[in-house]
């Protein structure tokens, strides 16, 4: 008999990320902090959701509802109108996350944004060497990319790649990892001084009026995070981001930048490039490999955290403080308005 502590959810959508987030909710394992249970699912389309949840969670027989508002009233559900995890980008700019951010905090419910990779495990760690152990002296710079090619012009129009009202662009669906990373290797997360906003310089691309590219420096005193995202091409996935300190490196790698696997400690380069010696070459010295493989895509970790975090009574997470969501959005709003990239909400 499980002693641990259940919390009932509500899913709003059956779309790519529900389907990723509820397979992962319930999974069996041995390291699991919560029980987590199906409650409800909302949907613009009954039959959908039956197969939804016939596929991703058969065991579960959840509420199946037309609408999302059904969701909100069902009082079996937790993570409802009480409490919320919202997807990311968590709205379209910082105005509007403040605007929810205040609503939450009249009604005294938790909400956090579901920047799952913060969750990981293996963040934790890497910021443990980055800013505890100084495993690479002091960082100075941080680079990160996502790129994911789609075929913008030929996909449906009610897709939100499509759709300005909806957030379309690079930026806000994949340069929020990128962008993330550069700000995890550079953030120690002990210091409110690095929690400062950096300078930045911005460009973007555009199909019309969807962007298709982003980059983007962020200059803080004495160190630079550089990142870009775009959806023209595909990212490597043996280098999701690289972080520079005075006595070494570090090389994250993995499916994409949402999914990383593992990341690599180097020491400082040796020799000199284009030398005196014919054969001479960039070497480097004996590397050491964290190795973070998870089962399923590794949404478990955030819905643990979350869980916790609710049934401890707080109102925003320990891992992603409101704050930090207005933070991030302020530093895309600021690379937005650099770029040339509007949304209705502006
Ligand atoms: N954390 C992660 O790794 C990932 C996060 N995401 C984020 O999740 C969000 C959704 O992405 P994804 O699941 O890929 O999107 P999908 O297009 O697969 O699904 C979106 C769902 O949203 C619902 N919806 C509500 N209003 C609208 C609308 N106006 N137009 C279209 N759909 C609508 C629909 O659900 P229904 O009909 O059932 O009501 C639809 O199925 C995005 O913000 C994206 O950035 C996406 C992928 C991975
Ligand atoms: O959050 C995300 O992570 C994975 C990407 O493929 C997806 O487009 C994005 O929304």
């Given at each position: 008999?499980?002693q ?31 029980r ?25 027989n ?19 109108e ?36 913060r ?180 949404f ?26 207005i ?20």
């Amino acid at each position: 008999m499980s002693q641990l502590p259940s919390i009932r959810w509500g899913i709003l959508t059956t779309g790519k990320i529900a389907s990723w987030y509820v397979y992962d909710l319930v999974l069996s394992r041995p390291d699991a902090k919560v029980r987590h249970i199906v409650q409800a699912i909302g949907t613009s389309d009954v039959k959908r959701g039956k197969s939804f949840a016939q596929k991703y969670c058969p065991e579960e027989n959840p509420s199946i509802y037309g609408s999302y508002e059904e969701v909100y009233q069902d009082p079996n559900v937790d993570i409802q109108e009480k409490n919320v995890l919202c997807e990311k980008p968590f709205t379209l700019n910082a105005h509007e996350a403040k605007e929810v951010f205040e609503a939450a905090k009249q009604k005294g419910v938790f909400i956090a944004e579901a920047m799952w990779l913060r969750h990981r495990p293996l963040v934790l760690e890497l910021q443990r060497l980055l800013h505890q152990e100084k495993a690479i002296g002091e960082v100075f710079r941080a680079t990160s990319d996502f790129g994911s090619e789609l075929d913008i012009p030929n996909l449906p129009l009610d897709k939100y790649y499509r759709q300005n009202a909806l957030g379309a662009g690079s930026l806000l669906d994949m340069g929020i990892y990128s962008l993330t990373w550069v700000m995890l290797g550079l953030d120690d997360p002990g210091l409110v001084a690095n929690r400062e906003k950096p300078k930045i310089l911005a460009s973007q691309d555009h199909w019309e009026d969807i962007e298709t590219a982003t980059s983007a420096i962020l200059q803080y005193p004495g160190r630079q995070g550089i990142f870009t995202s775009t959806t023209k091409a595909s990212g490597n996935p043996d280098l999701l981001a690289r972080i520079y300190g005075t006595t070494g490196s570090i090389e994250v790698h993995g499916g994409c930048p949402s999914l990383p696997e593992g990341f690599t400690v180097y020491p400082p380069f040796e020799g000199e490039p284009g030398g005196k010696e014919a054969d001479s070459k960039i070497t480097r010295g004996r590397e050491r490999l964290y190795d973070f493989k998870a089962p399923g895509r590794g949404f478990q970790y955030q819905a643990d955290n979350i869980a916790l975090d609710v049934l401890n009574g707080k109102l925003e997470s320990s891992i992603i403080p409101q704050a930090e969501t207005i933070r991030v959005m302020e530093i895309m709003d600021e690379i937005r308005r650099q770029g040339g990239t509007r949304y209705p909400v502006d």
